[in-house]
């Protein structure tokens, strides 16, 4: 664990978010006490000076050897909240070389515990506290991040809306055969574990026992030339989220070639899956912010669609009918650009 942090590590390569020109209108807080916190996950919060009413929420995930503050500052989304009134949540990894915990039973369990359940009632707390929109609940994040951000979605399918995945591994790739919490998988990493979609989606029902709700629509960003999680993740990911939404991983309804930047290729499988593959990209595929606003549903061109057009059975879910339209918001006039990227493991 020791060497594969320092690894990450000395491979880290942060690219500092070069399109903050606006000074932000709030602060970073921490919030301490926030709920049921079983791996002591620490929770920081961006809220703008002036949010929407029942404001939507981004989690954003930082990487291995990141920390909340760094994906703060190394990542878009401070800024597009100031232009939405959103709230941003950056959870903080409690595990050494801060990498996050998608490796034991209890982080892949629903209510299990682990990391995921820290973060989960992170959520709960911005719900109960800031009077945020139950319905617009969003995660996204790189490398660990991204892996938790899979294993949010598929752990807590209730709690999320949407997902974007930047560089990361199926749900449940990186289970521990030992148990073992926040352990590093070599063989998930090295690209060498290969199921099918049924099999992924059992993996993934089995997380959630009983659950008959939708799952989140979802993007899974990849680079080819990732040497820290192979470019196969990408194809795993693909046949996971496929199997859950009865989609055929093996033919995409839609290939989009340099889309949304040249040498990227968005293949879509149907509405609620995209995989997009980074030509030459290594571990660090930028953050395509603005695209992210777009499936995010904050700015119109290629939203997610309503989670509820998934088998919504049986469960009367607590996500109202209360959310009022996201109209509030301005007009894109000084959106920061592109992206950036931070990054590993
Ligand atoms: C790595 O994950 C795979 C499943 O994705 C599992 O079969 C294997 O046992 C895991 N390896 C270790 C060392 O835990």
């Known amino acids: 664990m020791a060497s594969f942090a320092r690894t990450l590590l000395s491979s880290i390569l942060l690219l500092l978010w070069s399109g903050?020109?606006?000074?932000?209108?709030?602060?970073?807080?921490?919030?301490?006490?926030?709920?049921?916190?079983?791996?002591?996950?620490?929770?920081?919060?961006?809220?703008?000076?002036?949010?929407?009413?029942?404001?939507?929420?981004?989690?954003?995930?930082?990487?291995?050897?990141?920390?909340?503050?760094?994906?703060f500052t190394g990542s878009p989304y401070a800024q597009y909240a100031d232009?939405?009134?959103?709230?941003?949540?950056?959870?903080?990894s409690p595990n050494s070389g801060t990498c996050w915990d998608v490796s034991s039973v209890a982080t892949l369990t629903h209510n299990g515990g682990g990391d995921s359940l820290g973060i989960r009632n992170q959520v709960a707390y911005a719900i109960s506290t800031y009077g945020a929109d139950p319905s617009r609940i969003f995660v996204t994040g790189t490398s660990s991040g991204a892996m938790m951000t899979n294993v949010l979605a598929a752990v807590y399918p209730d709690v999320f809306a949407a997902a974007i995945v930047y560089s990361g591994v199926a749900a449940g790739c990186f289970m521990s055969s030992f148990g073992g919490v926040d352990a590093w998988n070599s063989s998930c990493a090295e690209g060498l574990v290969s199921q099918t979609s049924a099999q992924w989606a059992a993996q993934v029902h089995a997380m959630y026992p009983g659950y008959t709700g939708a799952y989140p629509p979802i993007q899974e960003y990849h680079g080819t030339a990732d040497t820290t999680l192979y470019p196969e993740n990408l194809g795993e990911e693909i046949k996971e989220w496929a199997g859950i939404f009865g989609y055929n991983a093996a033919a995409p309804t839609q290939v989009l070639q340099n889309t949304p930047l040249s040498g990227y290729t968005k293949s879509i499988y149907g509405p609620a899956l995209q995989g997009i593959s980074a030509a030459g990209v290594g571990h660090t595929v930028p953050i395509q912010g603005n695209e992210d606003m777009k499936w995010f549903g904050f700015v119109a061109g290629g939203a997610a669609p309503p989670k509820s057009t998934g088998t919504s059975t049986g469960t009367t879910s607590t996500v109202g009918p209360t959310s009022p339209p996201t109209t509030t918001v301005s007009t894109p006039t000084s959106t920061p650009t592109g992206g950036h990227g931070a990054t590993l493991g």
């Open 83 to 92: 232009t939405y009134g959103f709230i941003v949540i950056y959870p903080n």
């Open 20 to 71: 903050l020109v606006a000074a932000l209108t709030s602060t970073l807080q921490q919030v301490t006490n926030y709920g049921t916190n079983p791996t002591n996950v620490g929770m920081f919060v961006y809220k703008p000076t002036t949010v929407t009413a029942n404001p939507a929420v981004i989690v954003a995930i930082h990487y291995c050897g990141g920390t909340a503050q760094a994906y």
